[in-house]
């Protein structure tokens, strides 16, 4: 938690390969959903989809944000991501640079 109560979160999404994640990483950080969007290198994901077992090449997407702008971010997710089903995995972070958690909450104040 931040010195002024704000709790610092990581939201995992992916997104596909190929596909404008530089975009939406914009957006989120524009709208101060996320003080920043990291999109890792392709990955490999394997995923019972409607009975069948797919695989796919996705970007995997960490976002840092703060728990006050978690509703916002799901609602804008489901409005840009292109999936029917948009993974979204929140966790909190429980320790860190006390600086860097600072910027994060001023960066996604006002969201």
Not at 59 to 77: E, G, N, S
Request: hydrophobic share 45%; aromatic share 6%.
């Amino acid at each position: 938690m931040t010195e002024d109560g704000s709790e610092a979160v990581v939201a995992w999404t992916t997104w596909p390969a190929g596909g404008d994640v530089r975009g939406f990483a914009r957006v989120l950080v524009e709208e101060r959903l996320a003080a920043c969007v990291t999109a890792h290198l392709p990955v490999r994901s394997v995923y019972r989809w409607q009975g069948a077992i797919e695989e796919d090449q996705e970007q995997l997407v960490m976002i840092k944000t703060t728990r006050d702008c978690i509703a916002a971010l799901r609602d804008r997710m489901g409005k840009l991501h292109p999936a029917e089903v948009p993974e979204l995995v929140v966790v909190p972070v429980v320790d860190g640079n006390p600086a860097y958690l600072a910027w994060v909450a001023e960066s996604t104040r006002d969201a």
